[in-house]
């Protein structure tokens, strides 16, 4: 139970065009949904936290209109980089929880290259 | 100041011994605590969580929290080759709101 998918699982794209990342919730709904980056030896870094049905809350220093992210359904989340830039290349990992009270189940990761 | 701290290691042991990682937090609002294991290119998986002082056990994972220390651990035994990853500890204020990661220790078991 509790699994978490992404896609895709890796995108190459240019600089200067967006890249639709999705993040569902195979065997569950999910309340609320989290957005991590993580660059090479580093940690993860939580972006955003996104409740079904209302807007993201954005961790200090990410930039909401670049990363656009809507959870407009309990089993579905995407995360939108806008006008990707080499620097936005990292690992984009999403996690899922069903309630309040239950850990949070990662996804698979997807690993975005902005040539 | 970063909330969760880690040595990134690598942290080296033979096959068999007894791994020991080690983890420091600086929020003492702070509720609970997480290990993550997660292999190169891999999103974490969750090994252990502890919420109480003291230790808790699960097969060969062992994780240890001391509140007044704001110390986490998380010790491995009869280390295997297969457990070489990096390890994560996270914590968190309570709700699983929002988790926050240290930069993780890269195990390495020799054979």
């Known amino acids: 139970g509790a699994v978490v998918s992404q896609h895709p699982s890796w995108v190459i794209c240019k600089s200067g065009t967006s890249v639709k990342i999705e993040c569902r919730s195979l065997d569950f709904q999910a309340t609320t949904m989290f957005w991590y980056r993580q660059f090479p030896k580093q940690s993860l870094m939580l972006m955003a936290t996104s409740n079904e049905g209302s807007k993201a809350t954005y961790e200090q220093g990410v930039e909401k209109d670049k990363f656009l992210i809507n959870h407009a359904s309990l089993t579905l989340s995407t995360l939108t980089v806008t006008s990707a830039h080499p620097e936005d290349s990292s690992f984009y990992i999403c996690?899922?929880?069903?309630?309040?009270?239950?850990?949070?189940?990662f996804g698979p990761g997807t690993r975005l290259t902005v040539l | 100041q970063k909330e969760v701290e880690q040595n990134s290691g690598p942290l080296s042991v033979p096959e068999g011994a007894i791994a020991s990682l080690n983890c420091t937090y600086s929020?003492?609002?702070?509720?609970?605590f997480f290990w993550y294991r997660q292999y190169s290119g891999k999103s974490p998986e969750l090994i252990m969580f502890?919420?109480?002082?003291g230790d808790k056990e699960d097969g060969r994972f062992t994780a240890q929290l001391n509140k007044a220390s704001q110390y986490v651990s998380l010790l491995i035994r009869d280390s295997q080759p297969s457990d070489s990853a990096t390890y994560l500890c996270?914590?968190?204020?309570?709700?699983?709101?929002?988790?926050?990661f240290g930069i993780g220790t890269k195990l390495q078991v020799i054979p």
């Open positions: 996690s899922a929880r069903e309630t309040s009270g239950s850990f949070p189940s």
């Open positions: 996270a914590s968190n204020s309570g709700g699983y709101q929002k988790v926050t």
């Open positions: 502890i919420y109480s002082n």
């Open positions: 929020d003492r609002g702070s509720q609970s």
